[in-house]
């Protein structure tokens, strides 16, 4: 049997007897064929790790035992990536790494140069990045919860307060993103939000608003970055710092 790890809705694992229905039953049992007495390990939206028993599997459900349950380990920090709207594909391949990253949250911000606006298909594009993040968290294999915002304008995100480390990709001003973490190495936030602009970045105004909100500009280099190459790339040395 694969070692992949496979979701389950904690309302489904409360008990000894545990139900799984829907896209991961049919991976399980069309694509993997697991049969009555293999083992498997499932994770539900917490973190909480359960090693199974199949017992059967039927047409649109698999009932499985219990055997044990491991609650998830948690993160040193809660890390966000506030993410300027991008293409849909571009979109979606930074939604799946961040959530293989082991990031806790996504905001999607629509910004002056973001080529995706918010309208009516906005929700719709929610549900498709939980779907992509989940499968992303099964390929990662930490079980951490990956939660997805609905997408909001700039001014709309700033209005809640900043978390305890507020930063924000700039290609204007600011110091090095690793020289900024590593100043303080002891440091280790309890959340943390980095804000990365669309495709052309932010404009000075905007850049003026987030900075008059609290975060810190920081940069990852000389190097002109797609806006998803600098999206990951700080998320990776934010993940690297504090949760790895």
Request: charge should be positive; aromatic fraction near 6%.
């Amino acid at each position: 049997m694969t070692s992949n790890h496979f979701f389950i809705p904690k309302a489904r694992a409360t008990g000894a007897v545990m139900v799984l229905e829907g896209r991961e039953h049919r991976h399980l049992s069309r694509v993997l064929r697991a049969r009555p007495g293999e083992v498997v390990v499932l994770f539900d939206e917490e973190g909480t790790k359960y090693r199974a028993r199949v017992e059967d599997v039927a047409a649109e459900a698999m009932t499985l035992t219990c055997l044990d349950r491991t609650p998830g380990e948690g993160r040193k920090t809660r890390i966000g990536l506030a993410q300027g709207l991008l293409k849909v594909k571009t979109m979606d391949f930074v939604v799946q790494k961040a959530a293989e990253l082991g990031l806790a949250e996504f905001f999607p911000i629509a910004a002056v140069r973001s080529v995706s606006r918010l309208g009516e298909k906005s929700l719709r594009k929610v549900d498709r990045w939980e779907k992509i993040a989940r499968e992303a968290s099964k390929q990662s294999r930490l079980g951490w919860p990956f939660r997805i915002h609905a997408p909001l304008g700039l001014d709309e995100f700033l209005a809640d307060p900043p978390p305890e480390a507020a930063l924000f990709l700039s290609e204007r001003q600011g110091p090095m993103l690793r020289d900024v973490l590593g100043a303080d190495r002891d440091r280790v936030p309890v959340s943390a939000v980095i804000l990365v602009g669309p495709e052309g970045g932010w404009t000075e105004a905007e850049e003026a608003s987030i900075s008059g909100r609290g975060y810190e500009a920081v940069s990852l280099g000389r190097s002109v970055l797609r806006a998803e190459t600098a999206a990951l790339s700080a998320a990776a040395v934010l993940s690297h710092f504090w949760n790895w």
